[in-house]
């Protein structure tokens, strides 16, 4: 497994802002994009959308979704497009969105289908739970063994509570690069364990690497105490 290349910053407001250079420089240079959801990210989607406002030459993907209406407060799409989508002056090309209201059978199996014949991403970011998930791919579930599909449908292993779609392991680090965010003291432990440790199904983290690419992690200093 490659090894991970690990920036510490002062606070989160950096991470941010290094997460942010980083989506811009790709939005500038076009190609697939996957985003990722949870609360982290919100500050650096915007400043990227400062830094950049023409996404034209981007694909935007999500890394997963909860089975909720586009405009609950809970999708992780209202969440980018309130703190990215909505401040592009030029659109992404192609804004694929995981249909969480369709429920997760019928989500994965549309999703799936949108992603037939994409290849490597460009960008995946992710972020990490405090219990060590990525996406929504939790600790020793059996999604974390599936190859065979892009796109599997979950319980949820942390909250919110509600059910997900989310790409497996396989389809995630099936990109150029693999950039993790994770600030915060409370994610200090799953650090140490997704960077620190041997790959276990324990800390999902720890499994997601780029096949065949560079896996970076931007980390405040509270997140890497424990390393
Ligand atoms: C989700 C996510 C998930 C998230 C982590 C961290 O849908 O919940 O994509 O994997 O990245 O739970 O979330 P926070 O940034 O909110 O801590």
Redesign the pocket.
């Known amino acids: 497994m490659s090894a991970v290349d690990i920036t510490v910053v002062a606070d989160a407001a950096e991470a941010a802002r290094l997460v942010a250079e980083r989506l811009a420089e790709q939005a500038r240079a076009g190609g697939n994009i996957v985003l ?6 919100r500050h650096a989607y915007e400043i990227a959308a400062e830094l950049e406002s023409d996404w034209s030459k981007v694909e935007l993907w999500w ?2 979704e ?1 089975c909720v209406p586009p405009g609950d407060q809970r999708s ?1 799409y209202a969440m980018a497009k309130a703190a990215l989508l909505d401040r592009l002056e030029g659109a992404p090309r192609g804004v694929h969105r995981m249909q969480g209201e369709l429920g997760r059978d019928d989500g994965v199996a549309e999703y799936r289908h949108e992603l037939t014949d994409v290849g490597a991403f460009d960008l995946v970011l ?4 405090a219990d060590g ?4 791919l939790f600790p020793n579930f059996p999604t974390l063994d599936v190859t065979s599909r892009d796109v599997v449908g979950s319980e949820s292993g ?1 909250e919110p509570f509600v059910d997900r779609i989310s790409m497996t392991l396989s389809r995630l680090c099936n990109t150029h690069e693999l950039l993790f965010l994770a600030t915060g003291e409370d994610k200090a432990e799953a650090v140490s364990h997704a960077f620190a440790d041997k790959p276990s199904h324990a800390t999902p983290g720890s499994l997601a690497r780029a096949a065949d690419g560079t896996t970076r992690a931007i980390l405040d200093r509270a997140a890497a105490a424990k390393l």
């Open positions: 990722t959801g949870g609360s982290t990210p890394g997963d909860r992780n992710l972020g990490l739970g998930h990525v996406a929504s942390y």
